[in-house]
């Protein structure tokens, strides 16, 4: 299903100098795999060509089901040298979860039990211990 | 053994300068903590404080510290509790003798030990630095600082635990330190209490994360998270508490009692924050990798924290400097509906005509429509009907005259521009200097040899 990015996972942003860094968490650990797939360089490299002139790195990060992308030339100069309004890419992360992907089903309905509250979003200390025995 | 259950409770108060005062005061008084540590200085905050000492020779640290730490003496002593912080600045010694003064009005039940770090600061030394060979290249162009080497306002390595280690093996109650690394303030209460060796790469790792997730305050327990952002109370939150043990673990928490939230969610996303390449994240003292981090929620506002692992310290400290970049201005008007949109986009065409006919200069100008898309970059759909646009235009120049010109050629519009425009009450834009940031790298050795750390008795 074509979901935004926000449906599967929640994002922060923050800046180091004229590089703006975006966070993205999967809800759920099911819902990696499809971070991995949709959110790539490319993709986030388009998704805002209005504000990133230089290139888009992603690191993977499988032991939070998270990605971290570094998108450069994207903060006017960055620091107090910066002219914009977000001069430290801090809604940046808001902005990603915007773009349109392709989910699964399970996958969505997954996330949704997290974002109701019925499912935890980690494996918690009763799962552990469950899976362990 | 007493030891191996032992838990050393370190907890974050301020996560930069301008942070809520209370937020330390309830660490240490709504339950129980070892440690409380403090984080004032961001990138660009040390060359805001080194203004300010030129100014006055007195200044130059943050001095709500000094008005936190007067409020907070007795129930440090009470509670057995003590600080690390860097809101020394670049005058770790002026904010000791701000502490020392107030403290004689105060009772305290016993002297406090006040200790201060010296030697981050390079500014004094820096033609030496250069001449013996250090060229300080900027990590982002590699351009030697020599090229703008007169223009520079301040020049601060950043400092891991020695020192930190020094102050509370001499049993200092408050440690103040100029640029501290954020993280070091958080990790070094740890190695001190467990005594953790140097080189164990992987304990000073875990205290690496541990120091990240206690360095921006709130925003490790609820402040921005975005799970369930309307669910979690922020008026009063407990910022987050490392709860660690001897062998590196530890559980981020907070005082039960107050607000806030500490889950996966707000740790995983503190995590990231400001994350570059998280195979390798560098500090003085070790280089922590962010994929072996293991979390566990435990419920009940508590996250675990296990299984990271680090390794070797590099041979170079990174050193921050701050330098003059020209001037800049900042503007704004507002539009209503209808068409907001196009009348801001009007506005902004006349008056860089205007700019334009008066041959002004600038290195950028740079025009946002606020409420159409200004920090998406996305002009969202249906544009023509948004109810109000505000037209956000900035300039940035080496010429100081040409950006105080413009500062006087926003109003103007407002009665020879569009209709329906308001939003001027705040009057001319202030001219600013900017002060750029120059990230750089120095051989330890050049920095730690002039390290000092001095401890008085405050009666």
């Known amino acids: ?75 006017g100069g960055g620091g107090t040298v910066s002219l914009m309004l977000d001069a430290q890419g801090k809604t940046f992360g808001a902005t990603l979860l915007t773009m349109e992907i392709d989910a699964p089903d399970d996958v969505i309905a997954a996330c949704g039990r997290v974002t109701s509250g019925e499912a935890p979003g980690r494996p918690t200390a009763a799962h552990r211990e469950e899976a362990d025995g | 053994m007493a030891e191996a259950g032992r838990k050393v409770r370190v907890a974050s108060g301020q996560g930069f300068w301008g942070d809520w005062q209370e937020a330390p005061k309830l660490q240490v008084r709504k339950g129980p903590i070892d440690y409380l540590m403090l984080d004032y200085l961001a990138e660009i905050t040390m060359s805001i404080m080194q203004k300010q000492r030129q100014r006055d020779a007195g200044s130059g640290y943050a001095r709500d510290f000094v008005d936190l730490a007067l409020d907070l003496a007795p129930d440090l002593v009470e509670r057995n509790i003590r600080v690390l912080t860097n809101a020394g600045g670049v005058n770790p010694e002026a904010c000791r003798e701000a502490l020392v003064a107030g403290l004689r009005e105060a009772s305290t039940g016993r002297p406090l030990r006040i200790a201060t770090v010296h030697g981050d600061g390079l500014m004094e030394r820096l033609d030496s630095l250069i001449a013996a060979g250090h060229e300080l290249r900027n990590m982002e162009t590699g351009e030697p600082l ?32 100029g640029r501290s690394t954020d993280t070091a303030l958080t990790y070094a209460a740890l190695a001190h209490e467990f005594s953790w060796a140097s080189d164990d790469w992987d304990r000073l790792a875990a205290g690496v994360v541990a120091g990240h997730i206690n360095e921006c305050g709130a925003q490790a327990a609820g402040g921005n998270t975005m799970f369930d952002w309307r669910g979690v109370d922020l008026v009063a939150p407990g910022y987050p508490i490392i709860e660690a043990s001897a062998d590196g673990g530890f559980v981020v928490t907070k005082h039960p009692g107050l607000g806030g939230r500490v889950t996966w969610a707000t740790v995983s996303e503190q995590l990231v924050y400001e994350m570059g390449d998280p195979a390798v994240y560098i500090t003085p003292d070790c280089v922590a990798d962010f994929r072996s981090i293991r979390l566990r929620d435990l419920g009940d506002d508590r996250v675990q924290v296990h299984g990271v692992k680090g390794s070797p310290r590099t041979d170079q400290l990174k050193v921050s400097i701050a330098y003059h970049a020209g001037w800049k201005a900042t503007g704004t008007l507002t539009y209503a509906a209808p068409e907001a949109l196009d009348k801001a986009r009007r506005a902004d065409e006349i008056l860089r005509a205007r ?22 970059g996305r002009v969202p759909e249906r544009a023509a009907e948004l109810p109000e646009v505000e037209l956000r235009v900035g300039v940035r120049g080496t010429d100081r005259p040409a950006v105080e010109r413009f500062t006087r050629e926003l109003a103007p519009l407002i009665l020879a521009g569009p209709p329906s425009v308001t939003g001027f009450a705040g009057g001319r834009p202030r001219v600013q200097e900017v002060m750029a940031y120059w990230p750089a790298l120095i051989d330890r050795a050049a920095v730690e040899a002039d390290l000092r750390v001095e401890v008085v008795e405050a009666r």
């Open chain 1, 1 to 75: 299903m074509r979901v935004p990015l926000g449906r599967i996972a929640i994002a922060r942003s923050g800046d180091k100098g004229d590089t703006a860094n975006i966070g993205v968490i999967a809800l759920a650990e099911l819902a990696y795999p499809t971070l991995v797939k949709e959110v790539t360089e490319h993709r986030v490299k388009q998704h805002f060509s209005g504000i990133c002139h230089g290139r888009v790195e992603r690191f993977e990060l499988p032991n939070l089901a998270a990605l971290n992308f570094l998108l450069h030339e994207s903060l």
């Open chain 2, 146 to 177: 020599a090229t703008i080497r007169d223009r520079v306002y301040s020049a601060n390595a950043y400092l891991g635990q020695a020192p930190l280690l020094e102050a509370l093996e001499r049993d200092a109650d408050i440690v103040i330190t």
């Open chain 2, 355 to 376: 700019l334009a006919a008066l041959d002004l200069e600038f290195d950028e100008i740079r025009t946002e429509f606020v409420g159409a898309g200004a920090c998406s």
